[in-house]
């Protein structure tokens, strides 16, 4: 049992020593303690089935014990020596990592988080091409670093950030967007931006394969290849943002960006890749790797033994236990339930994404599609109260974010359904 301080003395510490940006999405929040595969405990022992992960970052499940085992093990053995001796935990890392990947992405550059990984992304496209101009999605969530806040294109997650180079092109969102399901008519924005807001010339880029932060908006279909044929005409590298579509969670390929028939030329990760542990990473060929030679490149912590044990660890648990496989098959069955609930129910206007990458949107009217933002916390609260906890996101806050550990089954997909039914029913 825990018997640690309990929720309103960390309340009250937060309140008064963490940053007052800091939100929670509970009118009570909760005290965390414990977490075991699909499971999370609080002070009080009660069990909440996850269907957030961490915002897609559990993969293998919380505190997986050949992760737990792996970190120790490294943590016991030496925890930082950096790029300036040798050490097997990185180089096997990155060599488990690039037989992941297609084509001739193989040289791996670790970082700390997500927002590293697309900073460095973001000036290896610039390096290489001598270019500065870089396209990135509206809708899109990047990082909050000043690169990468630039290339994220939501009010919400901008500050007063220096926009240089940064064009924004229309979202491919098949719910909202003007050309529905039609990529191709999307793509000629990217074509546009190209003729009359650059040179004609552009560094790259870069796109998630469904955004996650922008509420599971699944890219209209054509959309990614004929935009990377028009980038790459314009001498551009197409980056990949795979912090959340990547690592299996869409269940039906490994990377979100082969859903979409694409190669891309830089791939990036983090969350899911270290199923909890800080650590994030850039995928790129070994030709584009080498402008990086130019200058020093230098992470202090980046690449760790303790992070990349744990993250060939995460590879190896992926493949043990078929996680791609349950999150392609269940993933499935719980997007097949969730259309049922929208029959059932006209607050869900829309049921999308893949695998595990599942979003609901709600909203009053499904005519207008009024954003139903109350509505969704206190079906939110609803479903805490029951033991059931879910994420939400997008612009306008009113879509939930199923994204649970790739461990999660049938019978817990049953059990949120029925916790979703009757929260919507109570409304
Ligand atoms: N890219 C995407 C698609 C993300 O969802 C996030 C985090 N929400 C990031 C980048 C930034 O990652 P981090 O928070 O680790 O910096």
Redesign the pocket.
């Known amino acids: 049992p825990y018997d640690g301080p309990r929720a309103e003395e960390i309340f009250r510490k937060r309140a008064e020593f963490l940053s007052p940006s800091l939100f929670h999405f509970y009118d009570r929040p909760l005290n965390i303690v414990d977490g075991k595969m699909q499971y999370l405990f609080d002070e009080d022992g009660r069990r909440y089935l996850d269907a957030f992960g961490g915002?897609?970052t559990v993969c293998c499940g919380h505190c997986h014990p050949d992760v737990v085992e792996a970190i120790v093990k490294q943590a016991k053995r030496i925890q930082h020596s950096t790029v300036l001796y040798l050490n097997h935990a990185i180089a096997d890392f990155a060599e488990a990592l690039a037989s992941k990947m297609p084509g001739d992405l193989k040289v791996v550059f670790f970082t700390?988080?997500?927002?590293?990984?697309?900073e460095l992304a973001l000036m290896i496209a610039r390096l290489y091409t001598g270019c500065n101009d870089i396209i990135s999605l509206r809708n899109?969530?990047?990082?909050?670093?000043a690169g990468?806040m630039g290339a994220?294109a939501q009010s919400n997650w901008k500050f007063n950030v220096v926009q240089t180079g940064v064009h924004h092109a229309v979202n491919p969102d098949p719910y909202r967007g003007a050309f529905g399901s039609d990529g191709e008519k999307y793509a000629r924005d990217v074509q546009e931006i190209i003729e009359f807001g650059t040179t004609g010339r552009v560094a790259g880029f870069i796109s998630?394969a469904i955004?996650?932060?922008g509420g599971i908006v699944e890219l209209a279909p054509g959309y990614l290849p004929a935009a990377y044929d028009m980038v790459r005409k314009a001498g551009g590298l197409c980056i990949a943002?795979?912090?959340?579509?990547g690592v299996a969670r869409t269940g039906s390929h490994f990377w979100g960006f082969e859903g979409h028939g694409v190669i891309p030329d830089i791939v990036?990760m983090?969350?899911g890749i270290g199923n909890g542990i800080?650590i994030?990473a850039v995928v790129t060929t070994p030709e584009i790797a080498q402008v990086l030679t130019r200058r020093s490149y230098f992470n202090t912590f980046g690449g760790n033994p303790v992070s990349t044990a744990g993250g060939h660890a995460v590879l190896k648990v992926l493949e043990k236990e078929k996680l791609q496989e349950n999150a392609y098959v269940v993933g499935s069955y719980l997007k097949e339930r969730l259309n049922m609930l929208k029959e059932k129910h006209d607050i869900i206007g829309d049921v999308r994404g893949k695998g595990f990458l599942l979003g609901v949107e709600l909203v009053t009217d499904r005519e207008k599609k009024t954003p139903a933002k109350a509505e969704i916390s206190h079906v939110m609260n609803h479903m805490k109260d029951m033991g059931v906890l879910v994420g939400k996101g997008g612009f306008y806050g009113n879509v939930f974010r199923v994204t649970p550990p790739l461990c999660f089954t049938k019978e817990d997909s049953d059990f949120f359904i029925e916790a979703m039914d009757i929260s919507l029913s109570k409304l």
């Open positions: 915002i897609a700390n988080s997500g927002t590293e990984a697309n899109g969530y990047h990082g909050n670093a990468t994220t998630e955004q996650g932060v943002d795979e912090v959340q579509a990036t983090a969350k800080p994030g």
